[in-house]
């Protein structure tokens, strides 16, 4: 029975953070984060070092606050108009319930769908979760995205991913 209420908690916050997201709410997004923390887009490849290779995406704590505040004050100009985004959570399942520094680990498969000057495009992923325990409830350590077609050409993603 625990389990179960720890997979409805992870779940809550799974879908949380793609509501804040899709939103475009970036305050309230970037409150989900813990500190360190890091949000990975890999490029081509599942698994490597990111500290030396290509990323799509790999931000820590202060690049997410930077990409968030390019977002809310109007600095990321590829976001004029804004994209619309829209995307499905699925499949979470929590791997490990214990991990290191009172984290929980979990997978989920989300569909994302992006409008933008009459243009949509739809991204598909497998997305890697490390999230701490606080009083207060989860914070996001780490986000891995593993977008299916990351070894393709891609458009602007400069939204949330």
């Not at 290509?54 to 108009?81: K, M, N, W």
């Not at 995307?87 to 979470?92: A, D, M, P």
């Not at 989300?110 to 243009?119: M, S």
Request: hydrophobic share 40%; charged share 30%; net charge negative.
């Amino acid at each position: 029975m625990k389990d179960l209420e720890l997979v409805g908690d992870v779940t809550d916050f799974l879908l949380l953070e793609a509501e804040l997201a899709d939103a475009s709410a970036y305050d309230e997004w970037l409150a989900l984060w813990d500190d360190p923390c890091t949000y990975w887009v890999p490029c081509n490849l599942d698994d490597y070092d990111p500290t030396k290779h290509v990323s799509i995406i790999y931000d820590d704590r202060a690049r997410l606050e930077e990409r968030c505040f390019r977002l809310t004050a109007g600095g990321a100009h590829s976001q004029e108009p804004r994209s619309k985004v829209c995307r499905v959570v699925g499949n979470i399942r929590v791997v490990n319930p214990h991990g290191e520094d009172d984290t929980v680990e979990a997978t989920a498969r989300t569909i994302l769908v992006e409008l933008r000057l009459g243009r949509k495009s739809v991204y598909a992923a497998r997305v890697h979760y490390t999230l701490r325990r606080t009083p207060e409830g989860f914070k996001l350590r780490h986000k891995k995205v593993l977008l299916l077609d990351a070894d393709e050409p891609l458009g602007n993603m400069t939204f949330l991913i």
